[in-house]
C-alpha cells in the first residue's frame, strides 16, 4: 500500500458546483445572464477528453478535436437548485432546451427567466435522450431566506472562467 503524507484526509462527498440533468423533474431558477460559447473536447496528457471553450462566433472544427467532433453552442449560467438547495453552473448544450428557454423569455406571459422557476427532466438514454422544460408558476422564492443568499453567492461564481479553463467558483480561478 502507497504510504500517504500524514496531513491527508478522505474527502467522503465531493461538492458538486454543476448542475446535471437528471431523470426525476427537478426545478431551478437562473440567476444570471448566460455566456455563450462554444465547446469542444480534447484529450489532456492523461489521454482524458478535457473541455475547451471558446466565445462565439467559431468557426471550422479544430485539429485537436477528439474523433474530429465540430464543436456545439453552448449556454452557461448560475442557477439556483431547489432540489439541493444551492447555487450550481448549468451549461447546456441542446438546442431544445436552449430554444425553450429563449421563447420563453420572448413570451409576453413569462418574459425574463430570472423571475420565475423552471423544471426541466431527461428521458432516455444515448441518442435516444430527450429533454423537457416547463416553466412553473412565479413563486415567492424572492420573499425567502435562500433567495437573497442565492444571489449573494451568484455574484462570486465567475462564469468566464470557464474559457480559460478554470473553475468558476475560485477566488483565482486562473
Do not use: C
Request: glycine share 4%.
Amino acid at each position: 500500500m502507497t504510504r500517504l503524507p500524514e496531513d491527508y484526509s478522505f474527502k467522503e462527498t465531493q461538492q458538486n458546483n454543476y448542475f446535471k440533468i437528471q431523470e426525476e423533474k427537478q426545478a431551478f431558477r437562473i440567476l444570471t445572464s448566460p455566456i455563450i460559447g462554444y465547446e469542444y473536447f480534447k484529450e489532456d496528457k492523461d489521454w482524458k477528453a478535457k473541455p475547451v471553450r471558446q466565445r462565439a462566433p467559431f468557426n471550422g472544427t479544430p485539429a485537436d478535436s477528439l474523433r474530429n467532433q465540430a464543436p456545439k453552442e453552448f449556454r452557461a449560467f448560475v442557477v439556483y437548485n431547489h432540489n439541493e438547495k444551492k447555487i450550481q453552473v448549468m451549461e447546456i448544450t441542446q438546442r431544445t432546451l436552449m430554444k425553450s428557454i429563449i421563447d420563453f423569455s420572448q413570451s409576453k406571459d413569462w418574459g425574463d427567466p430570472k423571475q420565475y422557476d423552471l423544471e426541466i427532466s431527461r428521458t432516455g438514454k444515448g441518442t435516444d435522450t430527450r429533454y423537457s422544460i416547463t416553466p412553473l408558476p412565479k413563486s415567492r422564492f424572492e420573499n425567502d431566506e435562500a433567495w437573497g443568499e442565492a444571489i449573494n453567492e451568484a455574484e462570486k461564481v465567475n462564469l468566464e472562467a470557464l474559457f480559460e479553463g478554470g473553475n468558476p467558483f475560485d477566488e483565482n480561478p486562473f
